[in-house]
DNA sequence: GCCTAGGTTCAAAATTTATTGAAACATCAG
DNA sequence: CTGATGTTTCAATAAATTTTGAACCTAGGC
């Protein structure tokens, strides 16, 4: 109820007011989005880091919110989703209670972590599952085609297991 | 109306009644599921895959029907979907009506196809809609940085196009 | 402690995607 | 041509996923 004493002195406190997403700006995202899609990420995220990935410096949760135009929980959700996955890194200044965003240097790194998250638990799930499966199949004798076909199954899936912290590295390298 | 002349003398033709999924092809289902998740590829797709995987022989739309209690339609999609991806084969006997099915003999040829279809695609399309995004900041005398990043991008899409034929041949190899 | 800027959570609403089933189509035998 | 079998199409429905927004935390300044 108390009227504003200072007019605009640089903080402004009511109506920061983003401008909307330039046209090449938009051209970068629908391309993190369709991207984005076929690893089944959500449109929201693949939009924010593409807003980070052109933006000159590191941007904070306000930002990010006014110049996308989207709801405060899917800004959190989708910042969570690309700290979880090493995508993006913050950048505390001293004395500053918020925190800014801006891509991991690395695209591709971000990416393998990606795909290391979806894969990785996938297999290792997987592993009993189908040693049992085909141990079923030795055992009710059934066909050598069949036999074959799960073998294999087994063999790809072992490797993938052995291969993947060579391929993607958690932490170090 | 007209009763049955023949009992049930091979050809059954009411009630074919297939029995359920048994407890090992469950388990298998449920790993191509969730593998085909990763890639987008819906649950009903999945399930005809892996039936087919774990069988003998090749099976037929209504076997396939039967044993996974799903719609005629989702079958007729699936199929089509499996076909389209080179993930299944049929085999016609002479004399016969209906297809049977079974699937390609290299897994992993059926996946590089499906991976295949949906990124190549994607960069193709995003091929100058990249270029655009980069000379126009260029263009606007954006940060270095934000110019090395829309760079890299553009060589990462370039190098993948040019890579996708030889990994990825459509053919012949 | 108390207040507030900054951010998170999560149930409900909106949107997208998959599945169904009835009608249409195709192909072959007679 | 006719009738039956085998398959596809596609609008309607169901299911899964994403987004929203209001209530709820949390840390820091006073």
Do not use: C
């Not at 009511?14 to 700006?25: A, I």
């Not at 052109?54 to 899917?74: A, C, N, T, Y």
């Not at 009993?128 to 066909?143: E, F, N, S, T, Y």
């Amino acid at each position: 109820m108390k009227p504003p004493s200072e007019k605009s002195a640089g903080r402004r406190k009511s109506r920061p007011s983003f401008e909307p997403l330039q046209p090449h700006e938009i051209e970068l995202a629908d391309f993190f989005v369709r991207m984005a899609g076929i690893l089944g990420v959500p449109r929201s995220v693949a939009e924010i880091y593409a807003l980070l990935y052109v933006s000159s410096g590191p941007l904070d949760f306000d930002h990010i919110q006014g110049r996308l135009g989207m709801s405060k929980g899917s800004v959190s959700q989708g910042l969570k989703f690309l700290r979880d996955h090493e995508m993006i890194l913050s950048v505390k200044e001293k004395g500053a209670r918020r925190e800014r965003w801006q891509p991991t240097p690395s695209l591709a790194a971000s990416l393998v972590a990606l795909l290391r998250s979806q894969v990785l638990p996938a297999l290792e799930q997987a592993q009993p599952g189908l040693q049992r499966v085909l141990a079923d199949a030795q055992q009710r004798g059934a066909q050598p085609e069949v036999i074959e076909r799960l073998s294999r199954l087994n063999r790809w899936n072992s490797r993938a297991l052995e291969l993947a912290p060579l391929l993607l590295p958690p932490p170090g390298a």
